[in-house]
């Protein structure tokens, strides 16, 4: 196992989320160790940092050095916020925003995105609305992230065709557990020939297109069940694969973005070490917003046909998953990861507008020295 440590939230910073990840596990997703765990870094904190031998980092690494399964290895991620309470008025203000949840507008969120899409855009076989960022997450998390992640045009809706895709049903259900996630390259990190080869060819018949600058790539990040693995590979679903969509449109494709900060979810939640989870839960209690009506709860009764069978099946996989221990055996929780990671965009939303208010009062405190100044000559005079 490679160990990482990442920059925890927690008081001092000296300590540190620790993931635990196979280097073959590594290799089967990208061609450079190294510069996969940086992609990994950037995903969560937003912020292009490197990899160092030692917790204070000045022993950096680089591009190219040979890692092995027993490297023990920091992220170091320069200007990041370690501490501090983001303001719950900020959370408030950023969050205020609800997400529309009558049938209209999910009829239509679904239809967009079949119009865009035509098919499982991984499997060519017929596929469900996917959120990338989960309905129950809400509008005023999106937010959140709209502003972290300076995103334009900005998304206002958790239903927006660019917060989703087609997805075969039960690859959609490996989605929302974070099982598997989808890679967009290139990015910051990453370009394309760091990518493997997916093992086979798609469907012969599926005549759709790959956008031409972007690839949305299949990755199994860690797939917990062995007849899942079997069954999404015979699927075609195999690691590795290309998305394909029927309207290649840049603007309305889904949110590289928003990809990258689920990529990011995913792996702490699959590889997180559970046992260092007190070391980056900060002292105070982090600020949420309000969620939707999970899918979850039993007080959640759509009308629609499609969105009541895809109702049921969610509730079923969120027991089988409790009950199996899949989520709290020894693991992360996904609750635990989407707070982290939410807290993190909080702080770093904050940061920027705490630096943004300081510069204007500067300015402010210029313009009236300015008058002062200029009163004063006057009356000298």
Request: hydrophobic residues 35%; aromatic residues 8%; proline residues 5%.
């Amino acid at each position: 196992m490679v160990t990482v440590f990442i920059p925890s939230l927690s008081d001092p910073p000296t300590d540190r989320l620790e993931l635990k990840i196979p280097l073959q596990k590594i290799l089967s997703l990208c061609l450079s160790p190294y510069k996969w765990l940086c992609y990994v870094g950037w995903a969560i904190y937003n912020i292009q940092g490197y990899l160092s031998t030692d917790a204070e980092g000045t022993n950096r690494l680089i591009d190219g050095v040979v890692l092995n399964d027993e490297d023990i290895l920091y992220f170091q991620a320069p200007g990041f916020v370690h501490e501090g309470v983001v303001q719950i008025a900020l959370v408030k203000r950023h969050t205020a925003s609800q997400t529309s949840v009558n049938d209209t507008r999910v009829v239509q969120y679904r239809t967009d995105i079949s119009n865009r899409d035509g098919m499982c855009i991984f499997t060519g076989f017929t596929g469900q609305a996917c959120h990338i960022i989960p309905f129950a997450r809400g509008t005023g998390n999106m937010s959140i992230l709209v502003h972290q992640r300076s995103i334009t045009p900005a998304i206002n809706d958790i239903n927006d065709k660019r917060n989703g895709f087609l997805c075969e049903y039960n690859l959609h259900r490996l989605f929302d557990q974070r099982q598997v996630a989808v890679l967009v390259t290139p990015n910051d990190i990453l370009g394309r020939e760091d990518i493997p080869q997916a093992a086979s060819p798609g469907l012969l018949q599926d005549l759709r297109s790959s956008p031409s600058r972007l690839s949305y790539t299949l990755q199994h990040i860690n797939i917990t069940v062995p007849q899942d693995a079997i069954m999404v590979n015979a699927l075609g679903a195999v690691n590795n694969r290309d998305a394909k969509f029927l309207d290649c449109s840049r603007s309305g494709l889904p949110h590289a973005a928003l990809l990258h900060y689920l990529y990011g979810a995913s792996v702490v939640l699959a590889f997180g070490a559970r046992d260092s989870v007190k070391t980056w839960q900060a002292t105070h209690e982090w600020e949420q917003p309000p969620t939707q009506t999970p899918a979850t709860r039993p007080d959640y009764k759509p009308r629609d046909y499609h969105d009541r069978q895809l109702t049921e099946e969610k509730r079923q996989n969120a027991y089988l998953a409790s009950s199996t221990g899949v989520q709290n055996g020894g693991r992360l929780t996904e609750e635990e990861v989407m707070a982290f990671m939410f807290e993190i965009a909080s702080r770093q939303v904050a940061s920027r507008e705490q630096a943004a208010w300081e510069q204007r009062k500067l300015e402010i405190d210029d313009w009236v020295h300015g008058v002062n100044s200029t009163d004063a000559s006057a009356t000298q005079k």
